[in-house]
């Protein structure tokens, strides 16, 4: 089993202290830790933006506007406008210069736009990693950047012809191309928690 996440690995490492086996994939690829490695990994292609994104959380700080939260991420910087949904276009909009100035790639999310490097990395690259010489796959997502992700397992089951189950989580934000996507949906946290049951052996 893996974690695929757009959270960094120190994240991932803070909630899920027994992990064990488990590999821990960050940021979409761009950090990682498994039971085998001594320490994060880090995408070699993605570190030279930490400076550009590092100076785009600054100008995001000076000039949001209230209630727009920004998330130093290192390899990425998020922008939520949860709490204050009036200044959606806003931050669309200061992605989409700061992806223009500084050559990054502003991808949108649940109530966020996140600015990210411009390297071929995301969950979907991750999933076909990690499929490798299996017979199936599941993955598990509630949110846009996981549909990557259900496009690899299509693209396995065609070609590799691996039985592969893609599985949206239901809630009040996730988007409808997510649910529209997948093989199976399940209601929030508890549904996942009873799916993972159903899986495991014994």
Same mark, same amino acid.
């Given at each position: 089993?893996? $974690?695929?996440?757009?959270?960094?690995?120190?994240?991932?490492?803070?909630?899920?202290?027994?992990?064990?086996?488990?590999?821990?994939?960050?940021?979409?690829?761009?950090?990682?830790?498994?039971?085998?490695?001594?320490?994060?990994?880090?995408?070699? &292609?993605?570190?030279?933006?930490?400076?550009?994104?590092?100076?785009?959380? &600054?100008? =995001?700080?000076?000039?949001?506007?209230?209630?727009?939260?920004?998330?130093?991420?290192?390899?990425?910087?998020?922008?939520?406008?949860?709490?204050?949904?009036?200044?959606?276009?806003? /931050?669309?909009?200061?992605?989409?210069?700061?992806?223009?100035?500084?050559?990054?790639?502003?991808?949108?999310?649940?109530?966020?736009?996140?600015?990210?490097?411009?390297?071929?990395?995301?969950?979907?690259? /991750?999933?076909?990693?990690?499929?490798?010489?299996?017979?199936?796959?599941?993955?598990?997502?509630?949110?846009?950047?996981?549909?990557?992700?259900?496009?690899?397992?299509?693209?396995?089951? $065609?070609?590799?012809?691996?039985?592969?189950?893609?599985? =949206? /989580?239901? =809630?009040?934000?996730?988007?409808?191309?997510?649910?529209?996507?997948? &093989?199976?949906? /399940?209601?929030?946290?508890?549904?996942?928690?009873?799916?993972?049951?159903?899986?495991?052996?014994?």
């Amino acid at each position: 089993m893996a $974690v695929i996440s757009g959270r960094p690995v120190a994240y991932l490492l803070a909630r899920l202290p027994g992990a064990g086996a488990t590999e821990l994939i960050g940021l979409y690829g761009m950090e990682r830790v498994g039971p085998d490695a001594g320490g994060v990994r880090l995408a070699p &292609d993605a570190l030279p933006w930490r400076a550009p994104l590092a100076a785009a959380a &600054d100008e =995001a700080e000076a000039s949001a506007p209230a209630g727009v939260a920004v998330e130093r991420k290192g390899l990425a910087t998020t922008l939520h406008y949860r709490n204050a949904p009036e200044h959606a276009g806003w /931050v669309e909009r200061f992605a989409a210069r700061q992806a223009d100035e500084r050559a990054v790639v502003a991808h949108p999310g649940k109530m966020s736009v996140e600015l990210r490097p411009p390297v071929a990395t995301d969950k979907g690259t /991750v999933v076909a990693e990690l499929a490798a010489g299996l017979r199936a796959v599941c993955f598990i997502g509630d949110d846009v950047g996981d549909l990557p992700a259900f496009a690899a397992l299509a693209r396995l089951h $065609v070609s590799d012809g691996i039985s592969t189950l893609a599985v =949206a /989580v239901e =809630a009040d934000e996730t988007p409808r191309q997510l649910l529209d996507r997948a &093989d199976l949906v /399940v209601a929030g946290p508890a549904g996942v928690a009873r799916l993972l049951e159903d899986l495991s052996p014994g």
